[in-house]
């Protein structure tokens, strides 16, 4: 089993936000294209690039935002609704923020949590 990359959006905020850290896939924007690079080689080049970083997987940049950021990020399964996933909990201290819809796969409250806990870090 991988583990899942972040979605390019994700990726991208997670930079802004300072997260810098090494991985093995990139993401990289062209003049007129955002897309997934792959794995990081010698061969990255690709014409008008403007910007390569990093692709974390979901567990690192969970474990970036509850190492560094004291954030928490736990997607959690309502039994009265089998099955479905809240958008997730973030957590940090007593706040708490709830993404307000329901998603079917752990994976994407995951995504969505992140992604929230990585807009409330100021910078």
């Given at each position: 089993?991988?583990?899942?990359?972040?979605?390019?959006?994700?990726?991208?905020?997670?930079k802004?936000?300072?997260?810098?850290?090494?991985?093995?896939?990139?993401?990289?924007?062209?003049?007129?294209?955002?897309?997934p690079?792959?794995?990081?080689?010698?061969?990255?080049?690709?014409?008008?690039?403007?910007?390569?970083?990093?692709?974390?997987?979901?567990?690192l940049?969970?474990?970036?935002?509850?190492?560094?950021?004291?954030?928490?990020v736990?997607?959690?399964?309502?039994?009265k609704?089998?099955?479905?996933?809240?958008?997730?909990?973030?957590?940090?201290?007593?706040?708490?923020?709830?993404?307000?819809?329901?998603?079917?796969?752990?994976?994407?409250?995951?995504?969505?949590?992140?992604?929230?806990?990585?807009k409330?870090?100021?910078?």
């Amino acid at each position: 089993m991988q583990d899942q990359l972040t979605s390019y959006k994700t990726a991208k905020l997670a930079k802004e936000k300072g997260f810098i850290h090494k991985c093995e896939y990139k993401y990289a924007s062209s003049i007129n294209l955002e897309l997934p690079v792959g794995k990081a080689t010698n061969s990255l080049y690709m014409p008008n690039v403007r910007e390569i970083w990093d692709a974390p997987t979901q567990s690192l940049l969970q474990k970036w935002l509850r190492d560094v950021h004291n954030i928490h990020v736990n997607p959690i399964t309502y039994k009265k609704v089998y099955g479905r996933y809240d958008c997730v909990t973030v957590s940090k201290k007593d706040e708490y923020l709830l993404g307000g819809r329901w998603v079917l796969s752990f994976e994407e409250a995951l995504e969505i949590g992140l992604y929230n806990a990585l807009k409330t870090i100021k910078i």
